[in-house]
């Protein structure tokens, strides 16, 4: 049996890592291990239980109100910690997080190969998002076998050079978590008929949209005095700095429901419910494809531009006369798709764990 170390911290690299895990625990050549950095704990630890994912090792890295360069060097170091005591054959890493890139440089320097799965999305500015862009990027510098989740994040890889006989197409893994997650209820919401009013979803927390944040609650609340029967949902991040914000500019708003962090199978049930979708995430931008959903993005740039693409979604950015006009836009005239999911079938963690096990037996 071949070690293969699975590395991840966030709640969207559990959700993400979640399939090729169970993949990896049903092959008879490869082993994994896993190891959580768990720089969001609470987060993490939601999303662990969902998925039934027991780490090997816990860096518990968490601190309060973290700053990049700290948890980059803890990452760093504790991962290094982990690589010496299981010695494994290969390293896994997910995605854009600074759990991502850290793991992948910690395999590095130790010498030991390493893939990427969701390889070779890009913006190509480095600063959009941020710090994500760049953690991508030197990712795929650091890996050795990338597992692009479409054709157009391959082509991206082998304009950068990246051989091809490295890169492995497989869909994303969103696709295939989201099937187990589906037709669950959303959670009981006060002053809201999903028979009758027009429910608008909203997550933010991206780290360059933080001293926007105030443009795009006031966005929200111009919809809600615009649109009569708009009711907006918006489960507020964790981060201690966002929720105080989002509480202050949007807490005495009667039809702005602010909720904790959700459950994850609560969270997919309101974006099946919902009737459009606002957030600066990345993920989600899968989600709602796969759901067959509207979104409008808050961001100038996405390294999904399959969304847009598509017809699934439109960029805004932050700017309040942008919001309100898209969101008006769409839920009074809805964007034209081909409602095809470009994002894959359901079957992306299979092909990863059967090109690793072909990769790991020569």
Known sequence: MKTVLVVFGTRPEVIKMAPVVCRLRQ?????????VTAQHRQMLDQMLETFAIEPDFDLDL?????TLPHLTAQILQGVTAVLQQVHPDFVLVQGDTTSCFSAALAAFFSGIPTGHVEAGLRTRDKRSPFPEEMNRRLTSHLCDLHFAPTVEARDNLLNEGTPPERIFVTGNTIVDALTGMLNHSPPEIAGICWECDTVLLVTAHRRENWDEMSQICGALRRLALLEEKLQIVF???ANPRLAELIQAELGAESRIHLLPHLPYPQFVALMQRCRLVISDSGGIQEEVV???KSMIILRDSTERPEIVDSGFGVLTGTNPDAIVHAVQT??????PAIRKNPFGDGHAAERIVQHLEVALRS
């Open 27 to 35: 092959s008879r050549v490869l082993k994994p291990v896993i190891c």
């Open 62 to 66: 968490m601190t309060d109100r973290q």
């Open 235 to 237: 489960p507020v991040h």
């Open 290 to 292: 796969t759901l067959n």
């Open 330 to 335: 769409v839920l009074h005239d809805p964007l």
